[in-house]
């Protein structure tokens, strides 16, 4: 009698488990307006989207404006140095001689006014010396104090015989990067000119001394600073939440970085109608276009008036499309479909891939490389569009764990110490 009460006691919770099963299995029938082939869709910015059928278990043809006309690597005069292997000859194509006088010429200005000593100098050897303790720090004592670094008992060598502690604290005292008596009319205009110097003739170097593959990166880095500085950046999902945040292009197979801007708030320079990330983006890629490349971006950048810009200058886009942008259809919004369907949509320029990634979840991602998509025969069925992006996308993500792992930031409450 008790086994029987128990069965019955437990009859109702069996129901619901049965229910929720037979929910779990039940067949989403998708959008009937995703699923005539050969039908439009007219956007909020009545755009004209034609939906096509998936290709077949072959990818599509690479169009023409993604046969790379460059040859891939480091141009002729950095591959001499290299094939040379001397370290420090590499080092100075990007950190040239210009950038170490001028840092020469600002130091010495800045430590003659402050000390009061019209015959102090520093040497470029010191220069190098300096940040070469600066790489030393980061590769063998990450985090270590001044005082650590040189103790003779837990200190690594390479610090007390590269130059003494007072002299590296003198040189950090003064370093600078700027002259400060032009700096209040340089700043009007350039809120970046306490180091924009010698960041823009690093950045000519990076450009001038690699050429690209076929696909770029771009995406955003966020360099952890809290000193104090009139465009520092407060973003929750990031690791370190403070900092001064940077645009960077990445070649994705060896995450080179071929470009950079630094975010200093409102820009005059971009028109008034253009947005910003179709501004960085325009800006980052602008010597490497015509060129037959593809740039591949996450949904802050991606728009379909970028990619038939790109599509102008022969440069193809791959990247994840938010659905809040006027050209997505509303069908396209409130599509839902069985977990790994597929629906394709095209334009004259573009192709568009609605992917259901997960059960309540799917992807939009806008392509103007793939004219037709194919979709590979494995448990997921992904298409040849995503595939595609998630081979690309992290270019700029490596390069910035790179960065990370061997930070050689110094503690300084001057921000341009924290950027040089």
Request: aromatic fraction near 10%; proline fraction near 5%; charge should be positive.
């Given at each position: ?6 069965i ?12 929720k ?10 959008t009937d307006d ?15 989207w ?37 370290a ?42 300096t ?13 270590q ?14 610090f ?36 924009s110097?010698i ?30 500085c ?8 990031k ?7 940077f ?57 379909l008036k ?18 809040i ?30 992917y ?29 569009t ?17 960065a ?5 930031k110094?503690?300084?409450r ?7």
């Amino acid at each position: 009698n008790c086994n029987g009460i128990i069965i019955v006691l437990l009859n109702p919770f069996m129901f619901l488990f049965a229910d929720k099963g037979r929910k779990a299995k039940k067949h989403i029938q998708c959008t009937d307006d995703l699923r005539v082939a050969g039908s439009s869709l007219i956007s909020k910015d009545g755009t004209k989207w034609e939906i096509v059928n998936q290709g077949a278990n072959v990818p599509g043809r690479v169009g023409t404006q993604n046969i790379l006309r460059e040859e891939q690597g480091p141009t002729p005069l950095p591959k001499r140095e290299i094939e040379k292997g001397n370290a420090l000859s590499a080092f100075r194509l990007l950190i040239d001689d210009f950038i170490i006088k001028h840092i020469q010429k600002c130091t010495e200005t800045e430590a003659r006014i402050k000390s009061k000593n019209n015959s102090w100098t520093i040497s470029f050897k010191e220069i190098y010396a300096t940040i070469a303790i600066m790489y030393g720090r980061g590769l063998l004592a990450k985090g270590q104090s001044i005082t650590q670094l040189w103790s003779t008992t837990w200190g690594p060598a390479f610090f007390r015989n590269t130059m003494s502690r007072n002299r590296f604290t003198e040189i950090m005292k003064y370093l600078r990067f700027d002259m400060r008596s032009t700096r209040s009319l340089r700043i009007k205009t350039d809120k970046f000119a306490m180091v924009s110097e010698i960041w823009n003739r690093f950045i000519e170097n990076c450009v001038t001394c690699y050429k690209p593959g076929p696909n770029i990166t771009v995406d955003e880095q966020l360099f952890p600073c809290k000193s104090r500085c009139p465009f520092t950046q407060y973003i929750a999902s990031k690791p370190d939440k403070f900092g001064i945040k940077f645009w960077l292009a990445a070649d994705n197979k060896s995450k080179y970085l071929l470009n950079a801007l630094p975010y200093l708030g409102k820009d005059d320079s971009r028109p008034s109608n253009q947005p910003v990330a179709e501004h960085v983006v325009l800006s980052l890629v602008k010597p490497f276009v015509g060129k037959g490349r593809n740039v591949t971006m996450d949904n802050f950048f991606t728009s379909l008036k970028l990619a038939e810009k790109l599509h102008a200058k022969q440069t193809s886009i791959v990247g994840t499309l938010n659905r809040i942008r006027r050209e997505v259809p509303q069908s396209v919004k409130s599509s839902k479909c069985n977990r790994y369907c597929t629906h394709i949509l095209r334009t004259d320029k573009c192709t568009l891939t609605v992917y259901q990634s997960k059960p309540n979840k799917n992807v939009l991602l806008l392509s103007s490389m793939h004219r037709s998509v194919a979709v590979d025969n494995q448990k997921k069925r992904l298409p040849e569009t995503v595939a595609y992006y998630n081979n690309t996308k992290y270019g700029v993500d490596v390069l910035d764990q790179m960065a990370r792992r061997y930070s050689t930031k110094n503690s300084s409450r001057r921000w341009p110490i924290q950027v040089f």
